[in-house]
């Protein structure tokens, strides 16, 4: 619907004085932020409007974080959107010790979107909409009944809403005018970061980034920059087939040296009762005679139950 995907953007004191202030106070944040939305924006605008609402909301996360997935607030919202973890959750984001996909860029847009769509429905509104990402929908609500009114503007000069919610709707337009025109407002020489863009592929239970990056030949600091959900350097132990992202292009070199032997992790089978040699070759799909080798064994050899065998 036509609603959805227009934001009626607003010029007015509220918003001049927000204009004012990143032009001041926050310009080098401004101008930090700015740089780094490049590295999303393209990412970002397109999941709006995949699910039909305006891209400007791709704004928003400039003045939640400044497009910073590591960044976490007081009250322990985390990533470029500011999820709690309630919310994330409640939006399908899965936050555990292995991972915080608040801190996924790609996942925590979708919920982004998701709980928008929501919050849009709700109040047939973006100034509310963007209020109540904010302070929760049962504040906006609260507000609005008692302020008897539907226009943020008029609820905001009343005293229902908190200081930090009255300024954010008007911080949210001054950023979208400036981020759409930077020039005209004095934002000229940006160092703007390229476009973040990745390859997925999928690994093995508890692969190490470490591994990851010696096989896509890259700094491991690219690798947990691009994975900034996986806050224990290593893939989740309880998931077979996850999905990690890799530097574009190197897809092809990292499933060469992923899977060749020199830097496959050392496999081992503990032998279980009544298990042959030729069962534990087909099991693993590799071949009796290098499993014999590799364990310096023939195939006729006896194994007993608990031992350990390497795979090749």
């Known amino acids: 619907s036509h609603s959805f995907s227009s934001f009626p953007i607003m010029m007015n004191d509220k918003v001049t004085e927000f204009i004012r202030f990143f032009q001041e106070k926050g310009d080098e944040f401004f101008s930090r932020s700015l740089a780094r939305s490049q590295a999303y924006a393209d990412m970002m605008k397109r999941i709006f409007r995949e699910k039909n609402l305006p891209e400007e909301l791709f704004y928003l996360a400039l003045i939640e974080s400044g497009y910073n997935p590591k960044a976490l607030s007081r009250a322990k919202a985390s990533g470029i959107w500011q999820f709690m973890a309630k919310t994330a959750r409640r939006f399908g984001l899965v936050i555990n010790k ?120 890259t700094d491991l600091s690219i690798i947990q920059e691009l994975n900034p959900a996986l806050t224990k350097g290593i893939t989740p132990p309880n998931i077979s087939q996850f999905e990690v992202k890799i530097p574009q292009g190197q897809k092809e070199l990292f499933e060469r040296n992923f899977y060749s032997r020199s830097s496959a992790a050392e496999k081992i089978h503990k032998v279980k009762r009544g298990e042959t040699l030729s069962q534990i070759a087909k099991k693993y799909k590799v071949d009796l005679e290098e499993l014999c080798q590799r364990n310096d064994l023939s195939p006729k050899s006896r194994i007993r139950p608990g031992m350990n065998l390497q795979i090749p």
């Open 98 to 217: 292995w991972v915080d996909e608040r801190r996924d860029p790609e996942k925590s847009t979708y919920a982004a979107a998701e709980y928008l769509k929501n919050l849009y429905e709700l109040f047939n509104c973006w100034d509310l909409a963007a209020a109540g990402y904010n302070a929760g929908e049962k504040k906006v609500l609260w507000a609005m009944k008692k302020a008897k009114s539907q226009n943020f503007w008029e609820i905001s000069r009343h005293r229902y809403l908190k200081r930090e919610t009255k300024r954010y709707v008007p911080m949210f337009h001054a950023a979208i005018l400036i981020a759409k025109e930077p020039q005209k407002y004095g934002f000229s020489n940006i160092a703007y970061h390229p476009p973040l863009q990745y390859d997925k592929v999928k690994v093995p239970p508890g692969t190490r980034l470490a591994k990851i990056a010696e096989a896509a030949q």
